[in-house]
Each structure stands twice: as structure tokens, then as C-alpha cells.
């Protein structure tokens, strides 16, 4: 039988702990970037697939970065030391690619240089490892590899459908874009920081202007848009109004997506796990808004007559401050949907026994699931950092918010909105 389970190269040397932690802790700067790059950039691209690929890819990210952040402590890489820049060369170069001024150069960024070579720096470590002794790492490598190579061909073909309708300028911008990022990586010596490093000037760099979140909510073509829920949709009073309601609902909460997605990216020096839970956040609600989507097409439903409600994200960008934001999500909302009834449970029920629509049961029954998540959230964020365990005082900031929104709102509502008392909780 063959030794050690069948690993080969079992007398190469590899690399030392140090050595091992430190490019690890490379590549997982470059995750950490891009999740802040995907999370800011998801607000201001306005191509509606574009925003659920990013929310994927932020959550996907952060699960790398994670993993990463705890082998290097493994490898006696302290977490204060493994959190910082490793090098102002690759800060250059994430920096650059979130400046990245259009969707076209936004991907062309990230699925041309940025991710291949972080890619490419990964299957490197695997082969210079010495494959017993680094064995843990080399196998969550492995396993990041099947996401990290997914995104890619995603990336890939989105970048393929839209160079396919650029023009020859915005072709040539694109791909004068993926120069000077190269040159960014190359005076890095790569994402790994081994290769010969070759001294770059950005004074003939593209001019382009500083990223900064957009004021109000994108939507491409196919879409109008309301900061007044429901406008220009009518339900009955009745089950089925109520479903359709529903439908609604979820189909809409790309908007709260988009709210977290500026909340992570705004907020400073908050613990890792802040950024790791609104990650799984910003993904959660886009794949909420996908069970809208996809229970309205099976219905036969144009999801591109009425207008798509942006409201959320509104709110956050002109109304709340980042704190108000997320307090007024998890506890003024998600923490209320599960009190029964009305709630989440009864949702789900109502899809099983009122309409018995199977589709649509199965995304309440999961849809409810993730709410529990959130609401942890809501309890770790808001009741336990900011009001240090005073549910009370989160109880009554939350509602505070429900007083602010309803004031803002107002501004807006002509009277499209349909009122359920039955929809507690609801966004």
C-alpha cells in the first residue's frame, strides 16, 4: 500500500511557517479588498445580474478570508499582524480596481488581472508546500479553489456579454485598464510578492474619479424605480392579493441588499466578524429577492412592469446613519418577524395551507431560516455592541427608526401603498 495515504512529493521541503503565513496572508488581503470592492460596487453598478453576482462574491470572499485568517493564526501569525497591509503595492492595485469607473472596467479588473493571479498565486503555494506538514492548507486551498475558479468563469462570461456590445472606445479604455493594473501587479511581484518587482509611475495613469457610493439606487434599463413601496400595484384583500403582495416583497429586497451592502462598506474599524456576518447578509437578501423573482416568472409575472422599490437603500444613503440603518433592519424588522403570528413561520405556513404553492413554500421555509440568522445579527450588532445587552434600549432605537422612516416615506407615498395588518414584519 502506498505511504501516507497516497500523498506524493513527500520529501519536498516547503516552505517555513513564516514563509507559509505570509503569502497566505497575501492572498487573503486581496479577499478582504475585494469583498469592500464588490460590497461598494454592488450599490453603484446598475445591471441587475451584476448585483447578485457581486452579493455572491462578497459572501464567497468573506468565507476565504476567514478560513485563511484562521489557518495564519494556526501559523503563528497573530491576528493583529495577519489584518494589516501587507504591502503598499497591492494596496495600490486594490485600490485602483475600486476606482475601476464602469462596469465593463469593474470586471475586466477583477476577472483579467486581479482574481487569475490571485489564482495563479494559490496553486503556486500548493505546489512549493511541503504536502504532510502544510497538508490543512493545502486542502482548504483546494476546496476554495472550486469557488474561486466559479467566479472566474462567471466573470468570464459576464465580461465577454458586455465587451460584446462596448464600443471600440470603451474597448480601448477596458483594455488600457487592464494594463495599468498589470503594472500594479508586477511592481507587487504579484499577489504572492515572490516575482521580480518593476517600478511603476501612475502619473500616466487614466484619470478617473475616487469611488464613492451613489445617492440614491441603481437600476439598468429594464427597470423603473419607487422609494414608495408598492407603487403602481394593487392587491386584493384577499389570499391571493396576499400572495401576490408577497411575492413582492421578497422580489424587492434587493434594495435592503443594497442598504447592508453600504453599511459594510462604510463602517470602520469593526471586529471581523462584523464584516463576516453582513457579507452572509448583503448575499442572503439578494438570494431572498431571487425567490421573488423566481416565484414571479413561474406565475407568468412581467418583473419588469412595475416599478422596482429602492427604498431601502434610500433610506440608508439620505436618511439613517450606518447605525440607525442596520438597527432599524435586524431589530425594528427582522427581530419583529419572529414574534407568531403574523411572522415568518406564519408566512410559511400560509404558502403550504392558504395557496398551497410548492415553490414558493420551499423559499418561506428557507426565507424564514435565514431570518433567524439575521435577527442573531440584530442581537450581536445592536442589542449587544452598541446597547451592551439592553434589549429594551434596542427595542426603543428600533422603533425610533420605524418613526423616522414613516416621516421619510411620506415625502414619497401617493397612495399606491397597500396596507395588510397581517404583514408584520415585513420590509
Known sequence: MHPFM???????????????????????????????????????????????????????????????????????MSTVAF????????????????????????????????????????????SLAQPIVDEPTISMLRHQLIDREDQCRWGVEALTE???????????????????????????????????????????????????????????????????????LQFPDSNEGRFQMMMYNRFFEMTAAEAIAYVHFSQDNRPWAFYYDTARHIWDEVRHAWFGEAALRLNGVDVYAAPNWI??????????????????????????????????????????????????????????ADEVVHAGFGQRWIVEHMYDGNVGEAIAAGERTMDMRAAFMARYENGSETKHSSFAGEY
Not at 61 to 75: E, T, W
Not at 93 to 103: E, G, I, Y
Not at 314 to 331: R, S, V
Open 6 to 76: 497516497g500523498i506524493t512529493d513527500w520529501d519536498r521541503i516547503g516552505m517555513s511557517v513564516e514563509q507559509s503565513a505570509k503569502r497566505l496572508q497575501r492572498i487573503a488581503y486581496v479577499d478582504r479588498q475585494s469583498m469592500r470592492i464588490e460590497a461598494g460596487h454592488m450599490t453603484a453598478r446598475p445591471e441587475y445580474e451584476v448585483k447578485g453576482g457581486l452579493a455572491r462574491l462578497i459572501w464567497q470572499d468573506a468565507v476565504h478570508y476567514d478560513g485563511l485568517r484562521s489557518r495564519c493564526k494556526q501559523l503563528r
Open 162 to 232: 458586455y465587451r460584446s456590445s462596448a464600443d471600440e472606445a470603451e474597448l480601448l479604455y477596458a483594455d488600457r485598464w487592464a494594463e495599468e493594473l498589470r503594472s500594479l501587479l508586477a511592481a507587487a511581484g504579484g499577489i504572492e510578492g515572490q516575482g521580480e518587482r518593476i517600478p511603476v509611475s501612475e502619473a500616466s495613469f487614466l484619470t478617473v474619479e475616487p469611488f464613492s457610493l451613489p445617492d440614491s439606487s441603481t437600476r439598468d434599463a429594464r427597470f423603473s424605480t419607487a422609494v414608495a413601496k408598492h407603487e403602481g
Open 83 to 126: 489584518e494589516r497591509c501587507p504591502d503598499p503595492a497591492l494596496e495600490a492595485l486594490m485600490a485602483r480596481t475600486l476606482n475601476s469607473p464602469s462596469t465593463l472596467t469593474l470586471l475586466t479588473a477583477q476577472f483579467e488581472v486581479v482574481k487569475p493571479a490571485q489564482i495563479a498565486a494559490i496553486r503556486q503555494y500548493i
Open 311 to 368: 427604498g431601502w437603500y434610500d433610506m440608508t444613503a439620505k436618511l439613517f446613519n450606518t447605525d440607525e440603518a442596520y438597527t432599524h433592519l435586524t431589530i425594528a424588522i427582522e427581530k419583529a418577524a419572529m414574534k407568531y403570528p403574523p411572522g415568518k413561520r406564519e408566512e410559511w405556513e400560509f404558502c403550504r395551507d392558504a395557496v398551497r404553492h410548492p415553490l414558493m413554500t420551499t423559499f418561506q421555509d428557507f426565507d424564514w
